[in-house]
């Protein structure tokens, strides 16, 4: 679900995914040998009141195959 909306802090307007969200990450070209990527997504949490929770980074490794 995508929805626009506004927290009412320092972000205003955002958009604002629930539940799950699906990115689509196009690679190119890699170094030949390479058997796994590292991704990394960067997110911020807020609360339909309004709060804003810390933005947060989380890694993956990804086997390519």
Do not use: H, K, M, N
């Given at each position: 679900?995508?929805?626009s909306f506004d927290?009412?802090?320092?972000?205003?307007?955002?958009?604002?995914?629930?539940d799950s969200?699906?990115?689509?990450?196009?690679?190119?070209?890699?170094?030949?040998?390479t058997d796994?990527?590292?991704?990394?997504?960067?997110?911020?949490?807020?609360?339909?009141?309004?709060?804003?929770?810390?933005?947060?980074?989380?890694t993956?490794?990804?086997?390519?195959?």
């Amino acid at each position: 679900i995508i929805e626009s909306f506004d927290v009412r802090c320092w972000l205003g307007e955002v958009e604002v995914y629930r539940d799950s969200v699906t990115i689509e990450v196009p690679i190119d070209t890699l170094p030949a040998g390479t058997d796994t990527v590292a991704l990394t997504a960067r997110s911020q949490g807020c609360a339909d009141a309004g709060l804003c929770y810390p933005p947060q980074s989380q890694t993956v490794l990804v086997a390519l195959s």
